[in-house]
T-cell receptor, first 109, second 117 residues
Framework: DAKTTQPNSMESNEEEPVHLPCNHSTISGTDYIHWYRQLPSQGPEYVIH???SNVNNRMASLAIAEDRKSSTLILHRATLRDAAVYYC??????????FGSGTKLNVKP | NAGVMQNPRHLVRRRGQEARLRCSPM?????VYWYRQLPEEGLKFMVY????????ESGMPKERFSAEFPKEGPSILRIQQVVRGDSAAYFCASSPPGAGGKADTQYFGPGTRLTVL
């Protein structure tokens, strides 16, 4: 099972971009990279996912390294509502999600 | 389109009682997953079900825990003879038919917070 490594916590100022890194050095060729976030007392919320190419949606961008051993979730302008735990996930056995400790993002006003 | 619904949102049980947690997937979704989250930890996979079938229960404790997803009605996670260590948040997620691959998005419910006294 491919595992991921993320920093325990990060801090950002409101209205500034945030880059959340994730290492997945044992990723296989068919592993998609998923990002979810969990706000306090809520269920995880889908953010974005990708395979090889960089991906953009209304919430964020996902930058995937050429060798796919790492990726970065980019929030273009952090808001206070983006304060959450962000999880980088590689599904195993097809579609089982392994949630590690994630990165706790603190956004300062 | 309503999201994944779970009830109750909070459940208090005394040791030895049974806990029943319900999950209604998003409309049109036929795949359900259950996860457990202990305080300050990430979610842990428990079981994956499709309508009337348990596909993967490798994360379920061998005793006291069971899950079902009947043809009609919500998915049920049942915990018999609860103990204090069962206190946790239980989340279910759903995904649409044809899912089962590594690209599939799972949509999570708000969770049921179980407290065992």
């Amino acid at each position: 099972d491919a595992k991921t490594t993320q920093p325990n916590s990060m801090e950002s100022n409101e209205e500034e971009p945030v880059h959340l890194p994730c290492n997945h050095s044992t990723i296989s060729g068919t592993d998609y990279i998923h990002w979810y976030r969990q706000l306090p007392s809520q269920g995880p919320e889908y953010v974005i996912h990708g395979l090889t190419s960089n991906v953009n949606n209304r919430m964020a961008s996902l930058a995937i390294a050429e060798d796919r051993k790492s990726s970065t979730l980019i929030l273009h302008r952090a808001t206070l509502r983006d304060a959450a735990v962000y999880y980088c996930i590689l599904p195993y056995n097809f579609n089982k999600f392994y949630f590690g400790s994630g990165t706790k993002l603190n956004v300062k006003p | 389109n309503a999201g994944v619904m779970q009830n109750p949102r909070h459940l208090v049980r005394r040791r030895g009682q049974e806990a029943r947690l319900r999950c209604s997937p998003m409309k049109g979704h036929s795949h359900v997953y259950w996860y457990r989250q202990l305080p300050e930890e990430g979610l842990k996979f428990m079981v994956y079900l499709q309508k009337e079938n348990i596909i993967d229960e490798s994360g379920m404790p061998k005793e006291r825990f069971s899950a079902e997803f009947p043809k009609e009605g919500p998915s049920i996670l049942r915990i018999q003879q609860v103990v204090r260590g069962d206190s946790a948040a239980y989340f279910c997620a759903s995904s649409p038919p044809g899912a089962g691959g590594k690209a599939d998005t799972q949509y999570f419910g708000p969770g049921t917070r179980l407290t065992v006294l």
